[in-house]
């Protein structure tokens, strides 16, 4: 068997110098499964030691080079042979030699790169990891550790609110109103509806958040959407004038920030999707994309308290333009 090369074999183990220390993040496997991976951010150091642990202690492991790689890759399922590499960064630990004895070799990517949140979708999957191998002539020995990545991003200087109106030329007409157009993850949608006219019976009305998931390019165009909230407005039939508050909280769901054309493979957007139905089952539908993203653990104070302010002076207005505009068209529909 020696002859052959398998004589000899090892166990290699991937160990990060802060493994005690570092924060870790749930992150959804292919099967649905959730798993704790260590958790990392763009520009960070990713160091520590791997170890290769001989199996038959006196016997030799011969070797063409033992080396350490950091790789951030995109993968399509339905072109899974294909793995798009966005960030490959190698250290060579060891040049072609033998091993006598188990052996530890210390590594250090540093200030990396990682532009890119770790995302696994229903077609596609992005996903950071260091891949240790020991290089030989027949088979290499090698070991996987995944990491997941978060993207940070600062408050937007500009957020506009949103406002639409669905109508039913003689029939309905809703006006409908949300605080702001970009929300971080653990945010609260704030908004409200106005009934300005209603002339069809109206039983059920619900906001849904809607993720789309866009992958490929060209004709090989893939979009798969999930419902990932639906919220229930109002069960039973609204009156003309009437104003109806929208208050949604998003930390209790799992969605990962707006992904936009991510190396030109994919995307993921978010959509407020309100859902009317009337007693004859009809459902009418406005959508309007909103943009998610992921704010850091420290945050100015000045910040988050103007972003408080903005939410109670939007929640607790009464627009006087607005009122008048609406009174005018009560009298026009009267």
């Keep these: 068997m020696s002859f052959f090369g398998f004589g000899q074999s090892a166990d290699i183990d991937i160990v990060l110098s802060d493994a005690e220390t570092r924060k870790k993040a749930e992150h959804k496997s292919e099967d649905g499964r959730k798993d704790k991976y260590f958790l990392f951010y763009d520009g960070e150091t990713v160091s520590g030691k791997v170890n290769v642990t001989l199996k038959y202690p006196g016997k030799r492991l011969e070797h063409n080079g033992v080396k350490i790689e950091f790789i951030g890759q995109i993968e399509l399922y339905y072109d899974r042979g294909n793995h798009h590499e966005f960030v490959s960064l190698v250290k060579d630990l060891a040049r072609p030699g033998e091993l006598t004895q188990s052996q530890t070799f210390d590594f250090e990517f540093t200030h990396v790169e990682k532009p890119y949140e770790s995302y696994t979708g229903q077609n596609v999957k992005l996903r950071y990891f260091l891949r240790a191998t020991v290089s030989r002539r027949m088979n290499d020995i090698s070991k996987e550790l995944d990491i997941v990545v978060h993207t940070l991003s600062t408050y937007p200087e500009l957020n506009s609110s949103i406002k639409m109106e669905v109508g039913i030329e003689d029939c309905l007409h809703i006006e409908f109103e949300y605080n702001k157009s970009k929300y971080h993850l653990k945010d609260v949608i704030v908004g409200k509806i106005y009934f300005l006219l ?4 109206i039983k059920h009305m619900e906001i849904d958040i809607i993720k789309r998931e866009t992958t490929g390019t060209g004709p090989n165009v893939y979009h798969e959407n999930d419902t990932i909230a639906k919220y229930e407005i109002m069960d039973g039939a609204p009156v003309r004038g009437e104003s109806i508050p929208i208050r949604l909280f998003l930390a209790g769901y799992e969605m990962t920030p707006t992904m936009r054309d991510i190396n030109k493979k994919f995307s993921v957007r978010y959509y407020l999707n309100l859902v009317l139905i009337d ?16 704010k850091g653990d420290i945050v100015r104070k000045s910040m988050s308290h103007q972003a408080a302010i903005a939410s109670q002076r939007f929640e607790g207005s009464s627009n006087p333009e607005r009122s008048k505009s609406q009174h005018a068209e009560d009298e026009d529909t009267s």
């Design 279 to 294: 007693e004859e089952e009809r459902r009418y539908f406005k959508q309007q994309e909103i943009t998610l993203w992921r």
């Design 198 to 201: 209603v002339r069809i019976k």
